[in-house]
C-alpha cells in the first residue's frame, strides 16, 4: 500500500517561490462562478431526485409508507445514530 | 422565462461563501469566522450545534452532513501544488482525484504525521524508506 501511494508521488514536484492555492473544479480550471455551480448543480441532481421522489410519493403507496422512506433517505429516522446527535440518548 | 430552480440556485449562491471562505483569507467574513470557531487543517471548524445557523447551513453546504446533494464544495476543491507549505499531505485533495487521507485511510489512520504538510513530508524524505512513512505500528 505505502508503495502504492508512493508511486502516485513519483512525479510531484514541489517549487519554491510559488504558493499552493485552491482550485474549483479541476475539469475546467476556473474560479468560482454562480452561474457555472447552478448548472452543474441542475445537471447532476436532476435525474436522481425525480426517480426516487416518483417512487416514494405514488399513488398506490400508503402515505406512512412513503413517510418512512423519505425519512429514510433523508436520515431523519430515529435511528441510535440520530438521537444521539441531537443528544436524546 | 428565466425561471431558475430556487434550491440549487440557493445553493450556487450560498457555495460561493464556501469557496470565498477558502481564498480570500484576508476578508472580514474569513476573520470573524475564524476568531469565532478556529481552524483546523485549513478549513474552519463547524463548531457544533451552538454556532449560528447561518455558518452551520454554510458548513452543511461545504461538508455534506446527511443531505443527497451536501458536499459538493469539498467534492470540487482541490489544491494546486505550489511550494507546498500550505497544502496537507492527506486531508488536502492535491494528487489524484480525493485525498490520500481517503484513498489508504489504513495508511492515514496509523500515520503519525496526519497534519503534515506536503512540504514537511517532502522534506522528512517520501522515497523507499523515508522517515514520511512514519507509523504507529510496524506496517
Not at chain 1, 19 to 33: A, E, G, K, M
Not at chain 2, 28 to 49: I, Q
Not at chain 2, 54 to 80: M, N, Q, T
Request: charged letters at 25%.
Amino acid at each position: 500500500m505505502v508503495d502504492e501511494c508512493r508511486i502516485l508521488l513519483t512525479n510531484v514536484v514541489v517549487q519554491s517561490n510559488v504558493s499552493d492555492r485552491w482550485q474549483w473544479d479541476s475539469n475546467i480550471h476556473d474560479d468560482y462562478t454562480v452561474r457555472g455551480a447552478y448548472q452543474a448543480l441542475t445537471y447532476m441532481d436532476a435525474p436522481a431526485c425525480d426517480a426516487t421522489e416518483n417512487l416514494i410519493w405514488h399513488k398506490q403507496v400508503p402515505f406512512k409508507v412513503s413517510i418512512v422512506a423519505w425519512r429514510l433517505l433523508k436520515d431523519r429516522l430515529p435511528t441510535k445514530v440520530n438521537l444521539q446527535n441531537r443528544g436524546v440518548i | 422565462m428565466g425561471a431558475r430552480k430556487l434550491k440549487e440556485f440557493n445553493l450556487a449562491l450560498l457555495g460561493k461563501w464556501c469557496w470565498r471562505l477558502l481564498v480570500d483569507r484576508e476578508g472580514f467574513w474569513y476573520r470573524v469566522l475564524v476568531a469565532r470557531y478556529g481552524d483546523k487543517a485549513g478549513w474552519l471548524e463547524v463548531g457544533g450545534r451552538s454556532a449560528s445557523s447561518w455558518w452551520r447551513e454554510i458548513a452543511k453546504i461545504r461538508e455534506g452532513v446527511g443531505e443527497l446533494d451536501g458536499g459538493w464544495v469539498a467534492e470540487r476543491v482541490s489544491k494546486v501544488l505550489g511550494d507546498g507549505t500550505n497544502t496537507y499531505f492527506w486531508l488536502d485533495k492535491w494528487v489524484g482525484d480525493v485525498p490520500l487521507c481517503r484513498r489508504f485511510a489504513r495508511l492515514f489512520d496509523l500515520s503519525i504525521n496526519k497534519y503534515s504538510t506536503v512540504a514537511e513530508m517532502c522534506q522528512l524524505g517520501w522515497e523507499v524508506g523515508g522517515e514520511a512513512w512514519s507509523w504507529r505500528r510496524r506496517l
